[in-house]
Structure formats: structure tokens, C-alpha cells
């Protein structure tokens, strides 16, 4: 029975998709935008400080990523359904999809700017420092 009420709980999500599928596509573009100056502040915190960003920030990233699926899962469902949606829907899922784009090499460059600040210096490319031997100096040690 379980099984049951959760298939009519997601059927019911669903239908609620179709119908409301040109707000649907507006919460989307307006994830969109929310993921996207998530990123955008992570990049120029990344960039300006050398730091990784607090736990909080990271926190407020994570929980981000289930709204995007689930809105996402929601917009194939308009898609597979055959629902039409206006031109203004369509301009929206396009520009919403640009923004994705945008996301994701933004979030690469990031995590390029992560793994850089959390390199030890002499991995990052810089030339290790090679010093002359002084045989004195080792002579003296193992004499003294």
C-alpha cells in the first residue's frame, strides 16, 4: 500500500507540473539566476581572497543542487507531456539554459580556483628551490 500513495503522491506533482507548467518554467529561470549568483560570488570570493569559501556558503551551494533536479524533473515532464507553452515560455527555457551554460564553466573555473588553493605551494608549479652543497658544511656536522 506504501508503494501506492507514493506513486499517487508523484502523480499528483505531476499533473500539478502540466498545469501550472508556465510558472514551473518561471520558478525554473528564477533557480536559475539564484544558482547562478551562488557561483558567481563563490568565483569572486575564490578569486579575491585565495581562500576556500566558509561552511555556510558551502552549505547554502549543496542545498541547491535538489532544488535544481527537481526542477529540472519537473520541466522534462512538461517536455515529455507535449504540453504548449508560449513563445514567452520557450524565450524563457531558452535563456534559462544559457544560464546553465554560463553555471557550469563558471563552477569549472572554480573548481580549477579550489584545487589551486588547496595545493601546497611546490605542487602548484613553482620551481623547487635547489641548494648549492656545501661539503664543508656537511663535514662539519658529522664531525662536531
Given at each position: 500500500m506504501?508503494?501506492?500513495?507514493?506513486?499517487?503522491g508523484?502523480?499528483?506533482?505531476?499533473f500539478l507540473?502540466?498545469?501550472?507548467?508556465?510558472e514551473?518554467?518561471?520558478?525554473?529561470?528564477?533557480?536559475?539566476?539564484?544558482?547562478?549568483?551562488?557561483?558567481?560570488?563563490?568565483?569572486?570570493?575564490?578569486?579575491s581572497?585565495?581562500?576556500?569559501?566558509?561552511a555556510?556558503?558551502?552549505?547554502?551551494k549543496?542545498s541547491?543542487?535538489?532544488?535544481?533536479?527537481?526542477?529540472?524533473d519537473?520541466?522534462?515532464?512538461?517536455?515529455?507531456?507535449?504540453?504548449l507553452?508560449?513563445?514567452?515560455?520557450r524565450?524563457?527555457?531558452?535563456?534559462?539554459q544559457?544560464?546553465l551554460?554560463?553555471?557550469?564553466?563558471?563552477?569549472?573555473?572554480n573548481?580549477?580556483?579550489?584545487?589551486?588553493?588547496?595545493?601546497?605551494?611546490?605542487?602548484?608549479?613553482?620551481?623547487?628551490?635547489?641548494?648549492?652543497?656545501?661539503?664543508?658544511?656537511?663535514?662539519?656536522?658529522?664531525?662536531?
Amino acid at each position: 500500500m506504501p508503494s501506492l500513495q507514493l506513486d499517487i503522491g508523484r502523480f499528483s506533482r505531476y499533473f500539478l507540473t502540466l498545469v501550472n507548467a508556465e510558472e514551473t518554467i518561471r520558478a525554473h529561470a528564477s533557480l536559475c539566476d539564484e544558482v547562478l549568483a551562488v557561483i558567481m560570488e563563490e568565483n569572486r570570493v575564490l578569486r579575491s581572497t585565495g581562500n576556500v569559501p566558509e561552511a555556510e556558503f558551502i552549505e547554502r551551494k549543496k542545498s541547491l543542487l535538489p532544488r535544481l533536479d527537481e526542477s529540472l524533473d519537473k520541466l522534462r515532464v512538461i517536455r515529455e507531456s507535449g504540453v504548449l507553452v508560449g513563445e514567452a515560455a520557450r524565450r524563457q527555457i531558452e535563456i534559462a539554459q544559457n544560464k546553465l551554460m554560463k553555471i557550469f564553466m563558471i563552477d569549472r573555473e572554480n573548481e580549477q580556483l579550489l584545487l589551486k588553493v588547496s595545493m601546497p605551494v611546490a605542487r602548484m608549479g613553482a620551481a623547487p628551490v635547489i641548494r648549492k652543497a656545501d661539503p664543508d658544511k656537511v663535514r662539519r656536522a658529522y664531525k662536531g
